[in-house]
Each structure stands twice: as structure tokens, then as C-alpha cells.
């Protein structure tokens, strides 16, 4: 597995299992389950985000988020599904309940981690 691909996963898992001891309302399936698309998108956005100089705000993670959320056919609903592609945060940033505009930075702080095992 190239490096990009493994630190993509690593950074998925952490933030999973955060949201798994967090008790937050939703905790996405493991990395192995998730569809081919979601994997490959994911990949490219933590390569784009490791070589930024800055990071978005979590706003913005959430709007990235978002449109990829949609063209890879999700629709908003109010209970997670991920057979069906249905998803209760598709709302702007501002609609998201606290723990999930907390879920966004902790995102961030993450992939910010992340970057120090790419830099000497």
C-alpha cells in the first residue's frame, strides 16, 4: 500500500474510532466496508490536505465534504444509511448539531498530526 493510501486510512480510523468513543450519533463503518469511491476520494482530499500549506476551517472541510458527499450520489435524510446513500449532515455547516461542527476540527487536528510524519 503507497504511503498516501496508508496515512489516509490511518487518519479515517482515528477519527472513527473517536467518534465511536465520543458516542456520537453517527460512527461510519471501517475502512475495509466503505465503497471504492468513497476510499478513492478520501485518498485524494487528505493528499490535498497534507500538501497545503494551511488548512481549510472546518466550515470548509464540511462544504468539501458535502459536494463530494453529493457527487458521489448521497441525498440528505435523517437517519444514516449508507446502502440507501442517505445522510443526516448534508446540511450547511451552520444546521450541524455542536458535536458534529467538533467532529470537523477534530478532523483537521488530525490530519494536521498527520503532516509531521511527512516532514522532518
Known amino acids: 500500500m ?8 490511518i487518519i479515517y ?13 453517527i460512527v461510519p463503518e471501517k475502512w475495509e466496508k466503505r465503497d471504492s469511491k468513497f476510499r478513492t476520494q ?11 500549506k494551511r488548512l481549510p ?3 470548509q472541510a464540511h462544504n468539501s465534504w458535502m459536494k ?8 440528505y435524510g435523517k ?8 445522510h443526516p449532515d448534508l446540511v450547511p455547516f451552520e444546521k450541524l448539531p455542536k458535536d458534529e461542527r467538533d467532529k470537523d476540527a477534530i478532523f483537521l ?8 510524519l511527512l516532514t522532518p
Open 2 to 9: 503507497k504511503t498516501k493510501e496508508k496515512i489516509a486510512e
Open 42 to 52: 478520501f485518498i485524494q482530499i487528505i493528499g490535498k490536505y497534507l500538501s497545503q
Open 57 to 59: 476551517t472546518p466550515e
Open 109 to 116: 487536528i488530525v490530519v494536521w498530526s498527520a503532516r509531521k
Open 79 to 86: 437517519k444514516r444509511n449508507p446502502k440507501l446513500k442517505i
Open 68 to 75: 463530494a458527499y453529493l457527487k458521489m450520489g448521497w441525498k
Open 13 to 25: 480510523d482515528a477519527t472513527r474510532i473517536e467518534a465511536k468513543w465520543s458516542n456520537r450519533r
